[in-house]
């Protein structure tokens, strides 16, 4: 980007960006074969503020039957990357048969969930593998795997 920052982003690693007061990015795949990201928007709590740009690597040993928040602006979240917003967004990996729970901080809050690869059951309903689920108006979710899952989900306000 026109700030200096530059990254290889490989399998497992998350990488943040607020564009703040103005910045000029862009990505490009230069290894060969196909790559597949999640590329997910959330806007900040204020606007402006300098821009920024990190990057994490997150192994899925340590998601493996839990979620593990990769990013994240609420209090208590030190171990993830920051954003500029009331949200975090979480990882977790689920063998075929496992089950996770994901609590709200209470039930106003919003939750978007992507299994990046399997299939889910997420309280009654089969969600696919890079389908997308919005949650609302529920002060948890009880998530079990149909198949092997990768899941990404969203907590933000409101």
């Known amino acids: 980007d026109d700030q200096g920052n530059k990254g290889r982003t490989v ?5 943040v960006m607020s564009a703040g007061s103005g910045i000029r990015h862009a990505e490009y795949n230069l290894e060969p074969g196909v790559t597949r990201i999640f590329q997910i928007w959330i806007i900040p709590d204020a606007r ?6 990190d990057s994490k690597p997150f192994p ?7 979620f593990v928040t990769l990013a994240s602006g609420m209090p208590g979240d030190d171990d993830a990357l920051p954003i500029r917003a009331n949200a975090r967004v979480l990882g977790a990996t689920l063998k075929a048969g496992e089950s996770i729970e994901y609590h709200f901080d209470d039930a106003t809050r919003r939750g978007y969930l992507v299994p990046g690869t399997g299939k889910v059951d997420v309280d009654g309903v089969v969600i696919e593998a890079r389908d997308g689920a919005a949650i609302r108006d529920a002060a948890s979710i009880h998530i079990r795997a149909l198949e ?8 933000t306000a409101a």
Not at 48 to 53: A, E, I, K, L, S
Not at 60 to 66: H, L, N, Y
Not at 148 to 155: K, M, N, P, R, S
């Open 11 to 15: 399998a497992g690693d998350v990488q």
């Open 60 to 66: 899925k040993g340590e998601r493996s039957g839990r």
């Open 48 to 53: 402006g503020g300098t821009p920024t740009w």
């Open 148 to 155: 092997d899952a990768e899941l990404v989900l969203v907590d």
